[in-house]
């Protein structure tokens, strides 16, 4: 069994799934943090509520990025050794930045928020959660410095065939990096606002449905309560329409981002992998328009089975250089000019195992660059229109009755992350068969590259891959179906799920412990406990 | 010798060190909910006590590791390849044993906690066990050829010092536990941690004393038999103040006994990080398995930043959480139901 396909499905499939918990924590954690500080700064309960229930769902997915992250760690020495030792002197500094300066900040403060309730002063208190989001968004950074490099590498010279690091700053200010760390910020905020959007939705519709909530005849909210309901109190209505609120005006900041740090990373990916950008438009010839949807067969991957049907002229041109008239380079103009520069076949090294001497193919898969660029931008289109449509919708204080609209907001949650995971399966997959990409533009250094084909473990079996793939894809999914099942759980309980207080008084049982009120003594049960 | 990979070698024995005494407690604690908790209101008390500190905890682990990547690329691809099959196993552990903290209490069935508290448990044992047997396999040696990498198979790893190390941490961590226990609960938990400690402490410590002499029977010098003689000083003194009803000192004496015999091991290893049983030519040392001295420097000063402020933060988050913790401040249960209108 050739272990290097195996290995490159483990590491893309465990990635993947760790990208689905991470955006949204990185876009939650802020939006939390920030209700937090409303309720320190107004002590209105509406804010308190908003905090509990949300830092609740943030931390039953919060566990689960710790939990899928700790592989990421892991895996490149496990599976891809000379990879490893290729890059180690430049790639392993800003991992172990990313464990002294972000990782431990993030930990020891998520422990102390989550049961500092009553430990610490308000303000302290407060203080702790704005440190663990923001070592979780440093964390982002530091990854993400990191893959940059693999896409556009410099700060090295090359000492013996390997890069060796000589400006740790050119590592740090990579274009590149800057570039792909706001655009993953501002998409992970998009992923977050919309599960604010959706769910908040979601329980305006319940109060409605219920019957707590009706509308005059302008149609404006008429705010009700039900006893019956623990939770269902007038305050329940404001924690949800602001949290829509604030959902949707988070997400046009998120998305307004994503555009426009995408297009600063576009016009650099055009200098720095022409390749992998010609192969998302699936070009042979160099060209101004941008195709909207093309028909043929992509998988044949040759470009000539494919034909533009719908093409915006000129918009090639502006994604790439901001004009609308400068060719952009197809894939029959690079392809020569990659086997210029790199050969035609792989070098004869044992390094490449039976793949030595083999024929290089520089077009990546353009099935997946194609649509990966197109489901990535769509996506992330619709999430923006439906966040502007809601902001609308719920203007006079509530949602529509409308079962088959609640459903298409709860749906609508799931936009971001197909776009945030088809951004990253693009450059990733769009960066083949390389590894380390060769830039040729000026900012890179030159001669700084490697096949992907180097990269896997020579030690390690097909069997070994195997084992790991299936086992932790076998994991994976069933802890998928948990996480799901305990948010579904805990969001349909609304704010008592994270507030057991507000049912105190009723058959629910418990004590009443309110977190933040009143001094406290020795014997006090925690106001937090597992 | 360079002052850098000295350096180092230093800094990841630190951090190694620190995990194996901070999370070594957690994993202890977390096996003992497994099998020693009696009543789930005790095995909630068990949890709480390590529930605000297990994440930092962890995080030293993760950072020996992409330390390890940074400082010593070589050592770190070689390592970790050869230990592919263990490594996954303990990969799976630690998902299993974050998630089942965080999880356990979200169910209101009987089944599902006893699930989760077998993942907590299973999990901290393998996971104790995994980085035992790694520790000890890059002490004492793996099959590696000129290029690093493992030959022989996907077990060609195995050996008997792989289980006496894997043996070393599950002692350790489950005495550890229990001391943590001893010093942080109250009532029949505390009493059944203590008694635990008096009675297994020198069983359990057994493989991690054995670890320790192979190693410095195989590389010792006079400065790391020093360190071997203040590890067994403290070992005793955490017997004797566990027969003396002294929490504090049995477990401030415990981890002492870990650090200097942590310590007796690296610095007798040295400078050696990997040795290979198939050439000693091929062993991996500080010097061919290190990045180059920029990388090093730049480093050397991100954590001799990170590193003081990082014990100072934990310090004040166990100051934080010093309360000892009894069944009283466990709060009750709430179960989570829709909030909707019975129909």
């Given at each position: 069994?050739?272990?290097?396909?195996?290995?490159?499905?483990?590491?893309?499939?465990?990635?993947?799934?760790?990208?689905?918990?991470?955006?949204?924590?990185?876009?939650?954690?802020?939006?939390?943090?920030?209700?937090?500080?409303?309720?320190?700064?107004?002590?209105?309960?509406?804010?308190?509520?908003?905090?509990?229930?949300?830092?609740?769902?943030?931390?039953?997915?919060?566990?689960?990025?710790?939990?899928?992250?700790?592989?990421?760690?892991?895996?490149?020495?496990?599976?891809?050794?000379?990879?490893?030792?290729?890059?180690?002197?430049?790639?392993?500094?800003?991992?172990?930045?990313?464990?002294?300066?972000?990782?431990?900040?993030?930990?020891?403060?998520?422990?102390?928020?989550?049961?500092?309730?009553?430990?610490?002063?308000?303000?302290?208190?407060?203080?702790?959660?704005?440190?663990?989001?923001?070592?979780?968004?440093?964390?982002?950074?530091?990854?993400?410095?990191?893959?940059?490099?693999?896409?556009?590498?410099?700060?090295?010279?090359?000492?013996?065939?390997?890069?060796?690091?000589?400006?740790?700053?050119?590592?740090?200010?990579?274009?590149?990096?800057?570039?792909?760390?706001?655009?993953?910020?501002?998409?992970?905020?998009?992923?977050?606002?919309a599960l604010l959007i959706g769910i908040s939705w979601y329980h305006l519709w319940q109060r409605r449905r219920d019957g707590i909530d009706t509308v005059d005849q302008n149609g404006r909210v008429v705010v009700g309560e039900n006893p019956a309901i623990p939770g269902r109190d007038r305050e329940d209505?404001?924690?949800?329409?602001?949290s829509l609120r604030l959902g949707a005006v988070a997400a046009m900041i998120g998305f307004a981002g994503v555009a426009v740090t995408g297009d600063v990373q576009g016009k650099l990916m055009f200098e720095q992998q022409p390749m992998k950008m010609a192969a998302a438009e699936a070009a042979c010839h160099?060209?101004?328009?941008?195709?909207?949807?093309?028909?043929?067969?992509?998988?044949?991957?040759?470009?000539?089975?494919?034909?533009?049907?719908?093409?915006?002229?000129?918009?090639?041109?502006?994604?790439?250089?901001?004009?609308?008239?400068?060719?952009?380079?197809?894939?029959?103009?690079?392809?020569?000019?990659?086997?210029?520069?790199?050969?035609?076949?792989?070098?004869?090294?044992?390094?490449?195992?039976?793949?030595?001497?083999?024929?290089?193919?520089?077009?990546?898969?353009?099935?997946?660059?194609?649509?990966?660029?197109?489901?990535?931008?769509?996506?992330?289109?619709?999430?923006?229109?439906?966040?502007?449509?809601?902001?609308?919708?719920?203007?006079?204080?509530?949602?529509?009755?409308?079962?088959?609209?609640?459903?298409?907001?709860?749906?609508?949650?799931?936009?971001?992350?197909?776009?945030?995971?088809?951004?990253?399966?693009?450059?990733?997959?769009?960066?083949?068969?390389?590894?380390?990409?060769?830039?040729?533009?000026?900012?890179?250094?030159?001669?700084?590259?490697?096949?992907?084909?180097?990269?896997?473990?020579?030690?390690?079996?097909?069997?070994?891959?195997?084992?790991?793939?299936?086992?932790?894809?076998?994991?994976y999914l069933a802890l998928f179906v948990v996480e799901v099942f305990l948010l579904v759980k805990y969001v349909r309980g609304g704010v008592v799920s994270a507030m057991p207080e507000l049912a105190a008084h009723d058959h629910y049982g418990g004590d009443g412990h309110g977190g933040a009120r009143g001094?406290?003594?020795?014997?006090?049960?925690?106001?937090?406990?597992? | 010798?360079?002052?850098?990979?000295?350096?180092?070698?230093?800094?990841?024995?630190?951090?190694?060190?620190?995990?194996?005494?901070?999370?070594?407690?957690?994993?202890?604690?977390?096996?003992?909910?497994?099998?020693?908790?009696?009543?789930?209101?005790?095995?909630?008390?068990?949890?709480?006590?390590?529930?605000?500190?297990?994440?930092?905890?962890?995080?030293?682990?993760?950072?020996?590791?992409?330390?390890?990547?940074?400082?010593?690329?070589?050592?770190?691809?070689?390592?970790?390849?050869?230990?592919?099959?263990?490594?996954?196993?303990?990969?799976?552990?630690?998902?299993?044993?974050?998630?089942?903290?965080?999880?356990?209490?979200?169910?209101?069935?009987?089944?599902?906690?006893?699930?989760?508290?077998?993942?907590?448990?299973?999990?901290?044992?393998?996971?104790?066990?995994?980085?035992?047997?790694?520790?000890?396999?890059?002490?004492?040696?793996?099959?590696?050829?000129?290029?690093?990498?493992?030959?022989?198979?996907?077990?060609?790893?195995?050996?008997?010092?792989?289980?006496?190390?894997?043996?070393?941490?599950?002692?350790?961590?489950?005495?550890?536990?229990?001391?943590?226990?001893?010093?942080?609960?109250?009532?029949?938990?505390?009493?059944?941690?203590?008694?635990?400690?008096?009675?297994?402490?020198?069983?359990?410590?057994?493989?991690?004393?054995?670890?320790?002499?192979?190693?410095?029977?195989?590389?010792?010098?006079?400065?790391?038999?020093?360190?071997?003689?203040?590890?067994?000083?403290?070992?005793?003194?955490?017997?004797?103040?566990?027969?003396?009803?002294?929490?504090?000192?049995?477990?401030?004496?415990?981890?002492?006994?870990?650090?200097?015999?942590?310590?007796?091991?690296?610095?007798?290893?040295?400078?050696?990080?990997?040795?290979?049983?198939?050439?000693?030519?091929?062993?991996?040392?500080?010097?061919?398995?290190?990045?180059?001295?920029?990388?090093?420097?730049?480093?050397?000063?991100?954590?001799?930043?990170?590193?003081?402020?990082?014990?100072?933060?934990?310090?004040?988050?166990?100051?934080?959480?010093?309360?000892?913790?009894?069944?009283?401040?466990?709060?009750?249960?709430?179960?989570?139901?829709?909030?909707?209108?019975?129909?």
């Amino acid at each position: 069994m050739d272990p290097l396909e195996i290995a490159r499905w483990q590491f893309g499939i465990t990635t993947v799934y760790h990208f689905i918990m991470v955006p949204l924590t990185l876009g939650l954690g802020p939006l939390v943090a920030i209700m937090q500080t409303l309720w320190v700064r107004t002590g209105n309960e509406r804010y308190l509520r908003m905090t509990k229930f949300w830092g609740k769902v943030y931390l039953i997915n919060f566990i689960m990025g710790v939990a899928t992250g700790l592989v990421q760690e892991f895996q490149f020495g496990m599976a891809w050794s000379e990879y490893s030792r290729f890059v180690g002197d430049v790639f392993g500094a800003p991992l172990a930045m990313e464990g002294l300066l972000a990782f431990f900040f993030e930990s020891t403060f998520i422990g102390l928020w989550i049961f500092g309730w009553d430990r610490l002063p308000k303000k302290i208190h407060l203080a702790c959660l704005w440190i663990a989001v923001l070592g979780s968004v440093a964390s982002a950074y530091f990854i993400i410095v990191a893959n940059s490099w693999m896409q556009h590498p410099v700060g090295v010279e090359m000492v013996d065939g390997r890069p060796v690091m000589t400006d740790i700053w050119a590592v740090l200010t990579n274009n590149t990096a800057l570039a792909a760390f706001t655009h993953a910020i501002f998409g992970a905020i998009g992923v977050g606002s919309a599960l604010l959007i959706g769910i908040s939705w979601y329980h305006l519709w319940q109060r409605r449905r219920d019957g707590i909530d009706t509308v005059d005849q302008n149609g404006r909210v008429v705010v009700g309560e039900n006893p019956a309901i623990p939770g269902r109190d007038r305050e329940d209505h404001s924690v949800w329409l602001k949290s829509l609120r604030l959902g949707a005006v988070a997400a046009m900041i998120g998305f307004a981002g994503v555009a426009v740090t995408g297009d600063v990373q576009g016009k650099l990916m055009f200098e720095q992998q022409p390749m992998k950008m010609a192969a998302a438009e699936a070009a042979c010839h160099d060209g101004t328009s941008f195709s909207v949807l093309s028909v043929g067969d992509l998988g044949s991957q040759n470009c000539d089975d494919v034909k533009g049907l719908i093409e915006i002229p000129g918009l090639l041109s502006f994604l790439a250089e901001g004009d609308f008239g400068t060719p952009v380079r197809g894939v029959y103009t690079l392809i020569p000019e990659y086997e210029q520069d790199y050969g035609t076949n792989l070098p004869e090294d044992e390094i490449y195992g039976e793949r030595s001497g083999q024929e290089i193919d520089y077009l990546p898969l353009m099935e997946v660059t194609y649509w990966g660029f197109r489901i990535m931008i769509g996506f992330g289109a619709a999430a923006t229109g439906f966040a502007a449509l809601a902001l609308w919708i719920a203007r006079k204080g509530t949602v529509p009755a409308s079962k088959p609209l609640m459903l298409l907001a709860v749906a609508s949650i799931g936009a971001p992350f197909v776009a945030n995971i088809a951004g990253w399966v693009f450059t990733e997959m769009g960066r083949q068969p390389f590894v380390v990409a060769p830039n040729p533009d000026p900012s890179g250094i030159d001669g700084v590259y490697m096949y992907t084909a180097a990269a896997v473990s020579p030690g390690v079996t097909g069997q070994e891959v195997i084992f790991s793939l299936v086992t932790l894809g076998l994991i994976y999914l069933a802890l998928f179906v948990v996480e799901v099942f305990l948010l579904v759980k805990y969001v349909r309980g609304g704010v008592v799920s994270a507030m057991p207080e507000l049912a105190a008084h009723d058959h629910y049982g418990g004590d009443g412990h309110g977190g933040a009120r009143g001094p406290h003594s020795d014997d006090d049960v925690l106001a937090f406990a597992y | 010798m360079e002052v850098l990979h000295v350096i180092w070698f230093a800094a990841l024995a630190f951090l190694w060190t620190g995990y194996l005494v901070l999370d070594g407690f957690d994993l202890g604690v977390g096996m003992r909910i497994w099998l020693r908790g009696r009543t789930e209101k005790q095995k909630r008390l068990m949890l709480n006590t390590i529930g605000p500190v297990w994440d930092g905890n962890e995080v030293w682990l993760i950072t020996a590791g992409a330390g390890t990547f940074a400082a010593f690329p070589m050592w770190y691809a070689g390592l970790f390849s050869s230990l592919y099959i263990p490594l996954t196993i303990v990969l799976v552990a630690l998902i299993f044993r974050a998630v089942s903290i965080e999880y356990r209490g979200k169910g209101h069935t009987d089944r599902w906690r006893a699930n989760w508290d077998r993942a907590l448990g299973l999990g901290s044992a393998v996971i104790a066990f995994g980085i035992g047997a790694m520790l000890a396999s890059t002490t004492l040696g793996l099959p590696i050829d000129a290029n690093g990498d493992r030959v022989g198979g996907p077990f060609a790893w195995f050996s008997w010092y792989a289980v006496l190390g894997g043996l070393a941490v599950l002692g350790f961590s489950w005495i550890h536990g229990a001391a943590f226990l001893a010093l942080k609960a109250s009532g029949q938990v505390r009493a059944d941690a203590l008694l635990a400690v008096r009675r297994w402490l020198p069983l359990a410590v057994a493989p991690l004393v054995v670890w320790v002499l192979v190693v410095q029977w195989r590389y010792g010098s006079v400065a790391t038999w020093a360190a071997v003689v203040v590890a067994v000083v403290a070992l005793a003194g955490s017997w004797l103040a566990a027969r003396a009803d002294r929490d504090g000192w049995t477990f401030a004496c415990l981890a002492a006994f870990l650090v200097t015999g942590a310590i007796s091991i690296f610095a007798a290893v040295f400078p050696v990080v990997l040795p290979s049983t198939v050439d000693p030519a091929y062993d991996l040392t500080v010097a061919n398995a290190s990045s180059g001295d920029y990388a090093l420097t730049i480093m050397t000063w991100v954590a001799g930043v990170a590193l003081p402020l990082i014990l100072v933060y934990q310090a004040w988050s166990y100051w934080t959480f010093r309360r000892r913790l009894s069944e009283v401040h466990i709060p009750e249960g709430h179960e989570v139901r829709p909030a909707v209108l019975p129909r």
